[in-house]
T-cell receptor, first 113, second 113 residues
Framework: SQTIHQWPATLVQPVGSPLSLECTVEGTSNPNLYWYRQAAGRGLQLLFYSVGIGQISSEVPQNLSASRPQDRQFILSSKKLLLSDSGFYLC????????????FGPGTRLTVL | AQSVTQLDSHVSVSEGTPVLLRCNYSSSYSPSLFWYVQHPNKGLQLLLKYTSAATLVKGINGFEAEFKKSETSFHLTKPSAHMSDAAEYFCVVSDEGGNQFYFGTGTSLTVIP
């Protein structure tokens, strides 16, 4: 069966510090991968999605970036965090075919102070 | 373009009474529709999905949803609310290729003992 992992589960970082969040998927190959952010009490905002290694689509301009160095690994990064980067970050995968389903990781709670 | 509208940001029901969470969609083709549940500080869990088979879809934890093309609706229901149903619920539509997913703004369900 497929599983998706995210780490760390929680993170507290000062403004201006770098960020690296990692997501890995097991039990499937060539998944579509997604990064979402959920601000407190709000819905999900799609940040990035990837349909293959090295292929990243960005949905919103921001100081975050994403990379996909391996087929089942998706990394969210920042060189300098802002206060507004605080939120709950969710990684998800799907099979990429019509009517397929998106499956979510447990999330990372990021607090920028 | 695809989109979903969740008509209620908050719903409050008494334990043991029926639950109705409303969702309307907009799509230029026959859509795939999903409902997810999110408990605090957790990832999203798939409740059910519609993929152009039966219009009445049964999901986990006693939830079901009915696809009504004439009304462009996909409302989520449960005959009897349980305290553990208190959570945030998201209605989602996927694009024609199954690569992107469009989320509603969420409905927060409160269950009163």
């Amino acid at each position: 069966s497929q599983t998706i992992h995210q780490w760390p589960a929680t993170l507290v970082q000062p403004v201006g510090s770098p960020l690296s969040l990692e997501c890995t998927v097991e039990g499937t190959s060539n998944p579509n991968l997604y990064w979402y952010r959920q601000a407190a009490g709000r819905g999900l905002q799609l940040l990035f999605y990837s349909v293959g290694i090295g292929q990243i689509s960005s949905e919103v301009p921001q100081n975050l970036s994403a990379s996909r160095p391996q087929d089942r690994q998706f990394i969210l990064s920042s060189k300098k965090l802002l206060l507004s980067d605080s939120g709950f970050y969710l990684c998800a995968w799907s099979g990429g075919s019509l009517a397929d389903t998106q499956y979510f990781g447990p999330g990372t709670r990021l607090t920028v102070l | 373009a695809q989109s979903v509208t969740q008509l209620d940001s908050h719903v409050s029901v008494s334990e043991g009474t029926p639950v109705l969470l409303r969702c309307n969609y907009s799509s230029s083709y026959s859509p795939s529709l999903f409902w997810y549940v999110q408990h605090p500080n957790k990832g999203l869990q798939l409740l059910l999905k519609y993929t152009s088979a039966a219009t009445l879809v049964k999901g986990i934890n006693g939830f079901e949803a009915e696809f009504k093309k004439s009304e462009t609706s996909f409302h989520l229901t449960k005959p009897s609310a349980h305290m553990s149903d208190a959570a945030e619920y998201f209605c989602v539509v996927s694009d024609e290729g199954g690569n992107q997913f469009y989320f509603g703004t969420g409905t927060s369900l409160t269950v009163i003992p």
